[in-house]
């Protein structure tokens, strides 16, 4: 009788833990190949009219955030990364900023609201965000010096993950994974 | 008011349903009858109180409460009033709620009819009974309460989901629930059996009958999912194989074994502890399909919400089984069955293969709903399993099922003489066998359709000959015509002949499946006004755009001339729906159903209304008006197998004989 009621456990009570871990997993999550990856080129058109090319950036360190004006971890993050790129800018440094899924008109209104002097361009097809695989926003994506994509970030920043990660940037210490922010991002 | 009445009444229920879960412990200590007769009461107090429950929240969203949560997001003040009722499970509280009160219907009937018989059982079957209904009471009581108020009262409700505002889901949900539910009492009965030590094969009997409803239930659940799917999705199919429907199927498979194998017990006292088995599977997989749509641990087209109640029903499934099979593995050796096989060609070996069969088939889909979790729990990567693996691992399956359909009620139990075999199987193997080879010169030559259509024709032609044979013999005994001699035969035995008739039922079912499977064509294409698009023998004409407001959403129609074979036969609208709260748009699809093959027209997107292009989306289905056809049959089929007899006890025993007396039983 023992042997049976300890077949009858070991079948069992893998099966429930296999299950009960389930809930440790997010079914939709997919993590990113594009980590430790060559940045996909690009040339954004810039609200105020100029052209960026992504290779002539070459050797700094560029900081890549997806985002849009209806979107509110955008909105949470944003005085933030406005003010690192405040203490930053001068420096080996380049913060970008991609408007996605968006209407011109309310992304400028946005800019103007945080007082964003970064560059700031519209993807206006949406092919930078398909090339990155941006799912959600804000997305974020840290670029070492040659170009590589060290780190990804989906949802809200803060001001020590970027200072660190652009720190492991400019080192070229690729994460094992992307992170998450408190506020997740926006699918 | 409503609320407090409701909520105290889940109370209250869930205290007596605790009740009835101790007294039949106390009653076999101290030898004390009073106890089970309260066991009893508690069952049918229960059902006083659940019902109040019930009522008060179908009141609550008739009349449009908005101080309670469930019924803001269930209903609103324009609902009409049968979609108000259906709210009751449009949602996870209600439809909790709803499961529980079905369930204390069954268990209600269940002291009811048995008053007076099965005296030893019954307390631990009502026991059982309450033990479930218990666990569902304190959910509803504890994590997820349907009467749980909002403040500020608003002003209107949120409305139901506009997909499921249609007269499927009226009768899809409660059909699905209690073919679930309805498990729950041939599960009773075997946990009664196994606590009592009382292991004859008398509870077998008498659940067989319910086990016939509950299987009736889930087939009709299932397939009204399917035509809803078909009708109201707009994407031309009727199955996805997605987590949330194989959680509905898979309880389908178990009990459609334990039907066949129970005969082999009923029959031979063998397979005890594989029946014992196959119905706390079923009944487990009811629990676990519910834990599936609950917890969110798998991703599924179905959007169901996640929440603390998972992890609840994830302990009752553990619950269920460690208990059961702890149980069944502490009873086993009083298990022991009483006769051998005697030959590999016999009924009984028919019955255990298509066991095999179908238990395998329950397997493979089990895994691959869950595959997703355990590759990511070993080697971290993250797969999905979609259709062409269900396709090719349950198709193979499911055509030996067929052959087995054919096989199993005609050939002899025991051991079939040569005899036996030629004069059930030789004609209708010869005519399947013509069949196929006119199917092949009529250019249906794919293997796995082929084998298919072959084998529903094998199926037909034993049940068809069978049949003739007993007529025959009716008119010589008793000379009576064709009618009067099925009548007779049908109503001498009920149980064969209505198993006969849901077998060309699901024949039916196989033809639809097998022939939308292999034989679909799809074309889309973007097209002017004028233009046409072939497919098929179709030919379809874009007449122009047309863009109207309705009471709660905006529509796009496109009008579709459609040509038969060149003949002209009517313009169809489909349409495109949007709605103000939604970001993508709800489609209408339009179809013309004939007994050859569906025509499925989707407008998958136009151009602005003025330049009067439009894409459309054309799919023909060959044969897939026979699937519901066949669920009719099924229906037909059940309702001559459990219809009652004038008098039923007499009758249960001279059709019992009467089986022995068949024609194939030489």
């Known amino acids: ?187 | 008011m409503t609320a407090a009445l409701g909520h105290v009444s889940i109370i209250l229920a869930l205290l007596l349903a605790l009740w009835g879960i101790i007294a039949p412990i106390l009653g076999s200590r101290m030898r004390r009858e009073g106890f089970f007769v309260s066991a009893r009461v508690a069952i049918l107090g229960q059902f006083l109180l659940v019902t109040l429950a019930s009522s008060s929240l179908i009141y609550a969203l008739v009349s449009t409460d908005f101080s309670i949560r469930y019924v803001v997001f269930n209903t609103t003040r324009s609902t009409p009033i049968y979609y108000r009722v259906t709210g009751l499970w449009g949602a996870l509280e209600g439809s909790l709620l709803l499961w529980e009160w079905i369930l204390i219907i069954f268990s209600g009937l269940v002291a009811w009819t048995y008053k007076n018989r099965h005296q030893e059982l019954m307390p631990w079957v009502l026991m059982i009974l309450s033990t479930v209904s218990a666990f569902f009471l304190a959910v509803l009581a504890l994590v997820s309460n349907p009467f749980e108020g909002v403040f500020p009262i608003p002003a209107d409700g949120r409305g139901l989901n506009a997909l499921l505002e249609d007269a499927n889901m009226i009768t899809h949900p409660p059909l699905l629930y209690t073919g679930f539910v309805g498990l729950t009492v041939p599960y009773a009965f075997a946990m009664a059996a196994l606590i009592k030590g009382k292991l004859d094969d008398g509870w077998i009997v008498t659940t067989r009958r319910w086990t016939i409803i509950a299987w009736f239930f889930l087939t009709m659940g299932n397939l009204v999912g399917a035509w809803w799917s078909y009708h109201v999705l707009g994407w031309g199919g009727y199955w996805a194989w997605d987590p949330v429907e194989n959680a509905a199927f898979m309880p389908w498979l178990p009990a459609t074994a334990f039907l066949h194998s129970i005969q082999v017990q009923e029959r031979r006292h063998m397979l005890k502890v594989w029946n014992l088995s196959l119905i706390i599977i079923a009944f487990s997989l009811t629990i676990f399909g519910t834990f599936l749509t609950r917890s969110g641990i798998l991703s599924s087209i179905h959007a169901f919400s996640n929440g603390p109640v998972g992890s609840v029903f994830l302990a009752f499934l553990a619950f269920v089984l460690l208990g059961s099979f702890g149980l069944l593995a502490y009873r086993a050796d009083h298990l022991k069955g009483q006769s051998e096989l005697d030959s590999v060609v016999s009924r009984e070996s028919a019955f255990l293969l298509n066991n095999v069969v179908l238990v395998s088939a329950l397997f493979t889909i089990f895994l691959g709903t869950i595959f997703p979790l355990i590759a990511e729990a070993i080697t971290g990567a993250k797969v999905s399993v979609g259709a062409p693996y269900f396709n090719s691992v349950t198709v193979p399956l499911f055509l030996l099922l067929v052959f087995l359909m054919g096989v199993g009620p005609m050939i002899a139990w025991r051991k079939a003489s040569w005899d036996n075999l030629k004069r059930n199987f030789l004609w209708p193997a010869l005519a399947s066998l013509v069949i196929a080879l006119a199917l092949f010169i009529w250019r249906v030559r794919d293997f796995f359709p082929l084998l298919g259509f072959t084998l529903s024709v094998f199926v037909t032609a034993t049940i068809l000959f069978d049949t003739a044979l007993a007529v025959r013999a009716r008119h010589r005994l008793a000379g009576e015509g064709v009618l009067a001699a099925l009548r007779t035969l049908a109503r001498r035995n009920q149980r064969r002949y209505g198993g006969l008739v849901v077998h060309l039922g699901i024949v039916l079912i196989v033809l639809g499946i097998g022939g939308s499977m292999s034989y679909s064509i799809e074309r889309q294409a973007t097209l002017s006004v004028g233009e046409s698009l072939s497919v098929g023998h179709y030919r379809i004409r874009f007449e122009g755009l047309r863009g109207t407001q309705q009471p709660t959403h905006y529509r796009v129609e496109g009008a579709f001339r459609i040509f038969n074979n060149g003949d002209e036969s009517g313009i169809f609208f489909p349409a495109l729906k949007f709605f103000p709260n939604q970001q993508s748009p709800v489609g209408r699809a339009v179809f013309r159903s004939t007994y050859a093959d569906d025509l499925y027209l989707i407008l998958s997107g136009f151009s602005e209304l003025g330049q009067n292009q439009a894409t459309l989306k054309v799919l023909i289905r060959p044969l897939v008006t026979w699937i519901w056809l066949g669920g009719a049959i099924i229906a037909l089929g059940t309702m001559v197998a459990i219809w009652p007899a004038k008098n039923s006890r007499q009758n249960a025993e001279s059709s019992e004989q009467a089986n022995y007396r068949l024609p194939t039983e030489s």
């Not at chain 1, 209806?70 to 990364?81: D, G, N, T, V």
């Open chain 1, 1 to 187: 009788m023992w042997r049976r009621i300890i077949i009858v456990l070991a079948i069992i009570l893998p099966l429930i833990g296999l299950l009960a871990y389930g809930f440790y997993r997010d079914p939709r999550y997919i993590p990113s190949p594009i980590i430790g990856h060559p940045a996909p080129r690009f040339t954004l058109t810039l609200f105020n009219g100029g052209q960026l090319d992504l290779a002539s950036l070459r050797g700094k360190v560029v900081f890549v955030n997806f985002w849009a004006s209806w979107c509110l971890p955008c909105r949470a993050e944003a005085s933030e990364l406005e003010a690192a790129w405040q203490t930053l800018k001068g420096s080996d440094v380049v913060f970008l900023g991609v408007n996605i899924q968006d209407q011109e008109e309310n992304a400028l209104a946005f800019l103007r609201e945080f007082n964003i002097t970064y560059a700031n361009g519209r993807d206006a097809t949406g092919k930078i965000a398909i090339d990155y695989g941006v799912w959600g926003i804000p997305e974020t994506f840290f670029i070492d010096p040659e170009g590589r994509i060290t780190y990804k970030h989906v949802g809200e920043l803060d001001p020590t993950l970027i200072t660190a990660k652009l720190d492991e940037a400019r080192r070229r210490i690729v994460s094992a994974k992307e992170g998450t922010g408190s506020h997740l991002s926006i699918r």
